[in-house]
């Protein structure tokens, strides 16, 4: 299956395969996307969530459906989770499936959603402990951010202050 990923200044990019290009195209189009549309070939896309991240992190790389896909270990469950969840959608007479990432999103029929969800599935447990061996021993983002902040300011700032840590699943918890 040949894929191309949309895109418009207006829109985020969609990876979708070739067959539903035009349909995509004409839906961005009654959106109300104005300027030029870019439809160009890919063999490979990534599924990732927004925010900061380490460099290095683990990466689950597969192929599926003729697309060689990326996904960061820590997230193979989320979209996993998300995939699942999807109402299908219509272009005309055709069934669709869109999955919306932060700077993305990966149209798919209703067969390769199928695939990518057993693909997803099938490494979540490998996902989780790549993930779960790379976090351990990291400070969170959260903590970088106060000690840089603490020492920008002089003044001492509560990683709490911060957020909630994306990752702290990946740590082991001290015991009460």
Excluded at 103 to 111: E, K, M, N
Aim: proline content about 5%; charged content about 25%; hydrophobic content about 40%.
């Amino acid at each position: 299956m040949d894929w191309v990923v949309i895109s418009s200044d207006d829109w985020k990019p969609h990876a979708t395969p070739d067959v539903f290009a035009d349909a995509l195209v004409a839906e961005m189009h009654a959106r109300g996307v104005k300027g030029e549309i870019s439809r160009r070939p890919i063999s490979t896309y990534g599924l990732d969530r927004g925010g900061m991240c380490y460099v290095r992190r683990p990466l689950e790389e597969f192929s599926f459906g003729g697309l060689q896909l990326k996904v960061p270990s820590e997230y193979v469950s989320h979209f996993y989770d998300r995939l699942a969840e999807l109402s299908p959608r219509k272009f005309g007479q055709q069934t669709y499936y869109k999955l919306h990432c932060s700077w993305s999103c990966i149209v798919l029929t209703p067969v390769l959603r199928r695939r990518l969800l057993r693909a997803l599935r099938c490494r979540i447990d490998k996902a989780e402990a790549k993930a779960t061996a790379f976090y351990a021993g990291k400070k969170s983002l959260n903590s970088v951010l106060a000690e840089v902040a603490a020492q920008v300011m002089g003044e001492e700032i509560a990683p709490e202050m911060l957020g909630q840590d994306p990752h702290a699943r990946f740590r082991k918890k001290a015991r009460a």
